[in-house]
């Protein structure tokens, strides 16, 4: 990329200014001078990252947390060292430190934003809009796996599992869990069984064997008729789950998912084009290929 075109994208895309973060901290290992990322494409992301010990060799649990942010905006985290992530500042400091960063002042303690992976990403968050997460995301927007002590607990446990269920017990995670108990997301229920009072159970196996009416009724009742609200619930959680390791998030992934494959009639009509919006089909399909192709690796 040529010096003006990099600049360009300095200046009008997204900053993520990190202060006093930890070596070793995020995703990827950071050094002691870094301070953040910058030219990030305006639009929705997801942030996730995870403390690490001295040594970089151990790691806690993933938080992350959905931003919708517009051109040359800058969002300002600190690092808590005793709770261990990042929190907000006062507004007085956020502006502060925005107009440092729009002045250059950081600019060499700022990561570029990888280019090479937004193609993947705005396909996998397309429907994921300002409301969407307004409307999904937990009290504080962090979304882990801290937080779901109890989906945890009430689960079948393969040894991998038992393994997160002591993290969870101890040290700071344990800790945490006890402060920010019930900061869960607000996933639309997703009934596994469709009850109807004063039907014939014939017309009652019939609602299960083919759950278009529960889709239909869902789209109604939940998203206002919004087959993009729906999607985007679709992609919120899996998000969560593939790359925030939530439980809770894989947990309506599946529910959505196996509700979608549920649907004869509706299945029907997408493939014989008489639905208004055929290329939902497809892009449910994507999802579910890209998902099972993203947990093998």
Known sequence: M????????????VTLLFLDVPQYTMMF??????????????????????SS???????????????????SEVIVRKWDQQEE????????????????????????????????????????????????????EPIGGEITVECENEIVRNTAKTPMEEALKKQLEIGNAAASVGKSRGKVCYYTPIPRVV?????????????????????ETLLSKDYGGSEDALLGELQFSFIGFLMGQSLEAFIQWKSLVSLFFGCTEALLEFEGGSHPYPP??????????DGVAKIEL
Not at 35 to 41: E, H, S, T, W
Not at 280 to 289: D, H, L, N, P, Q
């Open 29 to 50: 290992s950071v050094g002691p001078a870094f301070k953040g990322i910058k030219m990030i494409p305006p639009g929705t992301h997801f942030v996730y990252y995870s």
């Open 85 to 136: 992530r990042l929190v907000k500042v006062s507004d007085e400091e956020e502006e502060r430190y925005s107009q440092a960063v729009k002045n250059l002042e950081f600019d060499r303690q700022l990561g570029p934003y990888n280019l090479s992976h937004y193609e993947d990403w705005k396909r996998l968050s397309s429907f994921i809009t300002k409301s969407v997460i307004e409307r999904l």
């Open 280 to 289: 939902r089909a497809e892009f449910i399909i994507f999802i579910v290929r």
């Open 195 to 215: 009850k109807c009072k004063g039907i014939s159970g014939h017309e009652l196996t019939s609602l299960n064997l083919d759950k278009t009416q529960l889709l």
């Open 53 to 71: 010990s001295r040594d970089g060799k151990e790691f806690s649990p993933i938080i992350g947390f959905f931003i919708d942010a517009g051109p």
């Open 2 to 13: 040529d010096p003006q075109s990099a600049l360009e994208l300095v200046k009008h895309g």
